[in-house]
């Protein structure tokens, strides 16, 4: 599967680093390192997701959680 990332989430993900870097000294590059693991996950066949809960669920759509920060993808 080709993962596409939009200009938005990249900004998003830019500044929510800079706040974990703020919070603890690396934190923000283990973020970063986390989301390009969880990309690379999601561009293999069969990748580990589980059903998104309300609208997308209806739509179909699954996610991806970074244990870690709890964010979605």
């Known amino acids: 599967m080709k993962v596409k990332v939009s ?3 990249t900004e998003e993900l830019i ?3 800079a706040w974990y ?3 603890l000294p690396g934190l923000g590059e283990q973020l970063i ?3 390009e693991l969880a990309t690379a ?3 293999e066949p ?3 997701l589980v059903p998104a809960i309300g609208k997308a669920a209806k739509l ?3 996610r991806l ?3 870690r920060f709890r964010s979605l993808l």
Do not use: V
């Open 60 to 62: 179909g759509a699954k």
């Open 7 to 9: 200009k938005e989430a």
């Open 33 to 35: 390192n986390a989301f």
């Open 41 to 43: 996950t999601l561009a």
């Open 46 to 48: 069969n990748p580990p």
């Open 65 to 67: 959680i970074l244990q």
């Open 21 to 23: 870097e703020l919070e």
């Open 15 to 17: 500044e929510a680093a």
